[in-house]
């Protein structure tokens, strides 16, 4: 056996710090806590000292840029290269697009012994042209600095092997898919009393008998809302008694809506935008339906955060949601940009409220048997003492 430290050191890498703070949150302390040296790393961000203050690790910041660009991104590739040689980590595992061809190149070149890479949604699904090229391109190298690729869904592994962007041998989904499953505990209804509830309606200016529909999200094309304001608003004429709740931000610099859906939202006066919310429970906490009739995912943790808090849900035929979702039993499934499906759908859970109920009752079971976070983490906490182990690398964790 190889003569490392008994505790292994396990860096995590993602591109910006709210990744680690979203994505993987909770996951660095438990992991730590079962006897890894953990070392996090990202490019500078305002939540930097967040993640330290949650986690109580020191994070190491590198020059990582979402955006392609040559030279920051050969910068970026030196450094985090000088970083590893010096550390020596035996495990480095990446999440998201730039850290993964940044990071497990570095980690290839430098040696480490196991190089894991998580997919959480590809992008270039909705790209052509050189573009889609170059992201085919980037996808592939990084897959081939791997050891082991980790997409979280069981649908997104097919489209990686489909699309012949990794080695087949390389690919596994842990546990039942999720990056970071859901603290169910945590997001549950039991946490809102009725009088919060009538409270934070009545601040919204929303009334007890109206139906919430509720959507939380980037306001982007990307995530569905050109098809989602269109429904609502051909259903907000013909019932008066719907609202439609926005948790999000617009991002108007990378992926516009369309001028049609821009003035639908500033016209609309039962649409409710709250913008970006660190805490979304509340506001599934007073919604009736969640809706997400995004383009492409990972595997959605919006969508297991409704179901937790007993929400059916609309979603559209994409990996990941096809997997949380079974249509008919905690929600539906509808076609990607199928506005006239996604309205029809509406209507049928505004008018129907047997069904709403019906298919609320089993949305949270679903996430509690499935998608439990410390299950979740426990499968990779096996996965990690699994590659270990094949490695020959000596470790004294116990599972």
């Known amino acids: 056996m190889s003569t490392v430290s008994k505790k292994p050191k396990l860096f995590r890498l993602t591109t910006v710090p709210i990744s680690i703070h979203v994505l993987i949150n909770g996951q660095p302390k438990y992991v730590q806590k079962h006897g890894f040296d953990v070392h996090l790393a990202c490019a500078n961000g305002d939540e930097i000292k967040e993640v330290e203050s949650e986690t109580g690790i020191e994070v190491k910041i590198l020059p990582l840029t979402r955006k392609i660009s040559l030279f920051t991104d050969a910068i970026a590739l030196w450094q985090t290269y000088l970083y590893f040689k010096k550390e020596k980590p035996q495990i480095v595992h990446t999440h998201t697009p730039k850290a993964g061809i940044v990071g497990m190149l570095a980690a290839k070149l430098t040696g480490v012994p196991i190089r894991m890479h998580t997919v959480a949604g590809l992008p270039l699904l909705e790209t052509s042209g050189v573009k889609r090229k170059v992201l085919n391109f980037v996808e592939k190298l990084t897959s081939w600095s791997t050891t082991n690729i980790y997409p979280n869904s069981f649908a997104l592994k097919q489209i990686l092997i489909n699309q012949k962007l990794a080695s087949y041998n390389k690919l596994k989904v842990i546990g039942n898919g999720s990056s970071n499953g859901i603290d169910t505990n945590y997001f549950s209804r039991d946490k809102f009393s ?170 949270r ?22 590659l270990l182990d094949e490695k020959r690398i000596e470790h004294s964790i116990e599972l």
């Open 365 to 386: 079971q679903v996430i509690v048997e499935r998608y439990e976070q410390e299950y979740v983490w426990k499968e990779l906490l096996k996965e990690y003492v699994r």
């Open 194 to 363: 009725i009088s919060f509830i009538s409270e934070l309606k009545k601040k919204l200016k929303i009334k007890s008998n109206e139906i919430v529909f509720c959507f939380v999200g980037r306001i982007v094309k990307d995530k569905g809302i050109n098809e989602l304001l269109y429904a609502f608003n051909k259903l907000s004429r013909e019932n008066k008694k719907v609202k439609l709740l926005l948790v999000g931000n617009e991002e108007r610099e990378l992926d516009t809506i369309d001028g049609k859906s821009q003035k639908i939202l500033e016209d609309n006066q039962q649409i409710v935008s709250v913008g970006w919310q660190e805490d979304v429970r509340p506001f599934l906490s007073i919604s009736d339906v969640f809706v997400f009739p995004s383009y492409r995912e990972g595997f959605p943790n919006v969508v297991m955060q409704a179901g937790a808090m007993e929400l059916p849900s609309i979603v559209t035929n994409i990996n990941g949601c096809n997997e949380i979702i079974e249509d008919s039993v905690n929600g539906s499934i509808i076609p990607v940009k199928d506005k006239n499906a996604l309205f029809d759908k509406m209507k049928l859970l505004a008018d129907g409220e047997n069904l709403r109920m019906k298919l609320a009752k089993p949305a």
